[in-house]
């Protein structure tokens, strides 16, 4: 405050305003810093973009293995009628593996979205294989590729993998996330994780 009195009292204006500016240095500083803030600003919008892109691939996975465990409860009796003596089809057991991916090509991700229609999702299948078999679909545009596959569908020693494969720039190089779910004496075991390869590559 003294010194704002003083230079007011002065006749030297030109050495008060010297003393009041900036120098080229701190503005210098100044620069520097809000472009250090700007790098990091948009590095945290990108990751958090990927992150909220990425939740469709963990969710739909974590739906895909509850699906696949309702399955595997689900009775699958046939329709036919059972003539005398005969056996049906097991009742408990896994979806077999799907007969296609969805999209069926990679290319159709790679840096935008695929609307999938009705007959992606079981058209290749049967009752008791695949999408059709699961009651899993998209309505929604999506990002990612997925594929079921089962290892076995016994009920006791059966097991599945599920995969959501991406590529939301474009630039060929792949995100995965798998799910698995195995039968350990009888009983369905899941995955506690997806296990997540380059999630947001």
Not at 44 to 60: C, I
Not at 78 to 83: E, K, S, W, Y
Not at 126 to 144: A, V
Request: aromatic share 8%; with cysteine; hydrophobic share 35%.
């Amino acid at each position: 405050m003294q010194w704002g009195i003083e230079c007011f009292r002065s006749t030297d204006r030109t050495a008060c305003n010297r003393q009041r500016a900036f120098t080229l240095i701190e503005l210098m500083i100044v620069v520097a810093i809000v472009g250090v803030l700007a790098v990091l600003a948009v590095y945290g919008v990108r990751k958090y973009l990927a992150n909220a892109k990425s939740a469709e691939a963990r969710n739909s996975l974590g739906q895909i293995a509850k699906d696949a465990a309702t399955a595997v409860e689900r009775e699958k009796g046939m329709t036919a009628i059972l003539g005398s003596g005969t056996l049906s089809a097991p009742l408990r057991a896994f979806c077999g593996t799907a007969a296609n991916t969805v999209p069926t090509q990679m290319s159709a991700v790679q840096g935008k979205k695929y609307q999938s229609q009705k007959t992606d999702w079981g058209s290749a299948d049967t009752p008791l294989t695949g999408w059709q078999c699961l009651k899993f679909s998209l309505e929604e545009p999506q990002y990612y590729e997925y594929e079921y596959t089962a290892t076995n569908t016994s009920p006791n020693t059966g097991g599945f993998t599920a995969n959501a494969h991406g590529d939301l720039n474009g630039d060929g190089v792949l995100s995965t996330f798998m799910v698995q779910g195995s039968a350990q004496n009888g009983v369905i075991a899941i995955s506690p994780n997806i296990q997540e390869t380059n999630p947001e590559e």
